[in-house]
Every structure is written in C-alpha cells, then in structure tokens.
T-cell receptor
Framework: NAGVTQTPKFQVLKTGQSMTLQCAQD?????MYWYRQDPGMGLRLIYY???????DKGEVPNGYNVSRLNKREFSLRLESAAPSQTSVYFC???????????FGQGTRLTVV | SQQGEEDPQALSIQEGENATMNCSYK?????LQWYRQNSGRGLVHLIL?????REKHSGRLRVTLDTSKKSSSLLITASRAADTASYFC????????????FGQGTRLTINP
C-alpha cells in the first residue's frame, strides 16, 4: 500500500517550459489536493478535486491547471513556468469530509 | 490569505521538557487538525479535534480547542530528540468540498 505517490521528486525547469506533476493515490480516496510550500509561508492550496470529474480553484491557482484523470490520479500542470513557481509541491488526498489528509513526499521544483 | 497562524514560529527546548504550540484562526471551522513535517518530507497527520470537542489526547499529545477564541494548542509532553520537526495546524472548512487550510507552522527543535 503505497499511499500517495508523487512524481518526479525533483525537477529543474527553464523559464517558459511546461511540465506536469503527477499524483496518484491507492487508498480509494474521493478528494485530492495540490499545495505549494514556500519558506515561511506554510502550505497554500492551489487546486482541489472533491470527487472524480470535479476541480476547483484554491488560494493560489494562477499559472496552474489540473486534471482529475480518474479517482486515483490528480495532475498539476505548469503551462509556462516562471521563477515565482519555484517551490515544493505536495499532493494530498482525503477519503471523505472531516477525515485526515494523507500527503505525498513532495516534488521540489526549481525554475531558472 | 492563510486561515491559521501558529505561535511561536520557532521553539527550542531541552529533551524531556514539554512543548506547547498555539494556533489561531479566523473563520468558523468543522474541525482542526495538527500535522508534523520532518525536514524534506511530506506532512503526517497527528490528531484531529472536532468543533464540538474541547480537548483530545493521543499518547504524548494533547490538543485543546477554544472556538470562542478561535484558537487551538498542541502540547507535546516529555519531548524527545525525535520530536524535532515542523508542526502545522490546519483548519477544515466545508465549502462544498472539504478545504484544509494550513498555518505557517512552528519549527520545534529538541536539544539532547
């Protein structure tokens, strides 16, 4: 039982490049989330998906798009990376409202 | 803007002492959760307290919630070097889907 798996773990992009961060959970959870973590800022919600087929913006959605491909997978896409998107990205999932969240190990992204 | 704010931002104590971290938030919540993050790792759920609860215990952890003051505290008793980590409170809002909104965290260092 792997829990929440994020790929890649590390990535360096040049400004303007695009990439997709992958997240998959094997716990049959309904809701999935993408956060970014910057020093001194805690975690900020980018996008979330309450259930398969639905996505909603969080606190800092600009510059990102998401796809809830199926119940297991929730991807985050940067269409044109900017240095301000240098951060550590975390995916999380929750089985139902009111439950605890399970986090992946993170993707450390650097945009140069 | 972030919902929760932890206090202090950093705390350094001797092994065996108790560590207390506080969290304040702004809006009504469904529940409040505390998470731990070791350096370079994902977040791990510690304890959840519902809005109709005032205190909860789990091993060496004690969490209190005061909804009238919109605040919570996490007490770690008899601290160990292995407790060194960052601790985050997360408020849970039901706005359609569940949204987990994190504070900035408290960096706890336990000195042997």
């Amino acid at each position: 039982n792997a829990g929440v798996t994020q790929t890649p773990k590390f990535q360096v992009l040049k400004t303007g490049q695009s990439m997709t961060l992958q997240c998959a959970q094997d716990m049959n959870h309904n809701s999935m989330y993408w956060y970014r973590q910057d020093p001194g800022m805690g975690l900020r919600l980018i996008y979330y998906s309450a259930s398969e087929g639905t996505t909603d913006k969080g606190e800092v959605p600009n510059g990102y798009n998401v796809s809830r491909l199926n119940k297991r997978e929730f991807s985050l896409r940067l269409e044109s990376a900017a240095p301000s998107q240098t951060s550590v990205y975390f995916c999380a999932s929750i089985i139902s409202r009111g439950a605890e969240a399970f986090f992946g190990q993170g993707t450390r992204l650097t945009v140069v | 803007s972030q919902q929760g704010e932890e206090d202090p931002q950093a705390l350094s104590i001797q092994e065996g002492e108790n560590a207390t971290m506080n969290c304040s938030y702004k809006t009504s919540i469904n529940n409040l959760q505390w998470y731990r993050q070791n350096s370079g790792r994902g977040l791990v759920h510690l304890i959840l307290i519902r809005s109709n609860e005032r205190e909860k215990h789990s091993g060496r952890l004690r969490v209190t919630l005061d909804t009238s003051k919109k605040s919570s505290s996490l007490l770690i008793t008899a601290s160990r070097a292995a407790d060194t980590a960052s601790y985050f409170c997360a408020t849970v809002l039901f706005q359609g889907a569940q949204k987990l909104v994190f504070g900035q965290g408290t960096r706890l260092t336990i000195n042997p």
